[in-house]
């Protein structure tokens, strides 16, 4: 069982940034690749970025390339997401999430059904 805690949600202005952090508990974290996922009011919940188990394999939503960065420290188990010029589109509900198969491929780590753990969420509002 692993349980995950985001923080480092809130208000920002457009242009402007935020570092999200996820804290995983469980001694297999490194095993996972691991998923930041978000969620408008009204929409589904889509695909921000993803991580492989080791760290050197990213993939990210082709709406948040270029802005957003994924990492992880397996040292402390911990998924970051690193959000610079930020739009007033990007405001959500934020979730990480793990996915213990190990296997990374572009199809499985953009789908929600490919995670088994999932965050409670943290917002990030971004004002224009």
């Known amino acids: 069982q692993v349980q995950l805690v985001e923080s480092g949600g809130g208000l920002v202005q457009a242009g402007g940034s935020l570092r999200l952090s996820c804290a995983a508990s469980?001694?297999?974290?490194?095993?996972?690749?691991m998923g930041w996922f978000r969620q408008a009011p009204g929409k589904e919940r889509e695909f921000v970025a993803a991580?492989?188990?080791?760290?050197?394999?990213?993939y990210y939503a082709d709406s948040v390339k270029g802005r957003f960065t994924i990492s992880r420290d397996n040292v402390k188990n911990t998924v970051d997401l690193q959000m610079n010029s930020l739009k007033p589109e990007d405001t959500a509900v934020y979730y990480c999430?793990?996915?213990?198969?190990?296997?990374?491929?572009?199809?499985?780590?953009?789908?929600?059904?490919?995670?088994?753990?999932w965050g409670q969420g943290t917002q990030v509002t971004v004002s224009s």
């Open positions: 469980g001694r297999t974290f490194s095993r996972y690749n």
């Open positions: 999430a793990a996915d213990r198969s190990g296997v990374f491929t572009r199809m499985r780590v953009a789908a929600r059904s490919t995670y088994d753990y």
């Open positions: 991580i492989n188990w080791s760290g050197g394999i990213t």
